[in-house]
């Protein structure tokens, strides 16, 4: 069994060379655009596809960057793309245990982090007992 902080260092590099490819990609997508007076609204699914793909590798960056500079001790919320290519949400404890986590995946990143801020602020919500 490799250690932990190889795994996360493979990792790490792996995130880092996807990161780079999808910025590459949506450069030369704006680019092509320009260059050749294409519709942008051709290129939207794509472009789409390609920035929420970027977004979600540069938060797992951040992410492993926290648990390689031990910075983020404790529990977390992590969002993450399912088989389906949903987005999710889950809540780890400290001890990496999920004890929370969304129900159901979201088309769009932004959505999924909506769903974990409301999951934030609903810290003052009672709790009742169901008769």
Not at 85 to 99: M, Q, T
Request: proline share 2%; with cysteine; aromatic share 8%.
């Amino acid at each position: 069994m490799r250690p932990q902080r190889e795994v996360l260092e493979q990792l790490k590099a792996e995130f880092e060379g996807k990161a780079r490819s999808l910025r590459a990609y949506v450069g030369e997508l704006n680019d092509m655009a320009s260059r050749h007076g294409t519709d942008s609204a051709l290129l939207e699914e794509d472009l789409t596809k390609a920035k929420d793909d970027l977004q979600y590798y540069e938060f797992e960056l951040e992410q492993l960057k926290g648990l390689t500079e031990k910075e983020h001790e404790g529990s977390a919320y992590w969002v993450y793309k399912d088989s389906s290519g949903e987005w999710r949400w889950n809540l780890r404890a400290s001890n990496n245990r999920i004890i929370a986590d969304s129900g159901e995946g979201y088309q769009h990143r932004q959505d999924c982090l909506h769903a974990v801020e409301l999951v934030k602020a609903s810290k003052d919500v009672p709790v009742k007992d169901k008769e």
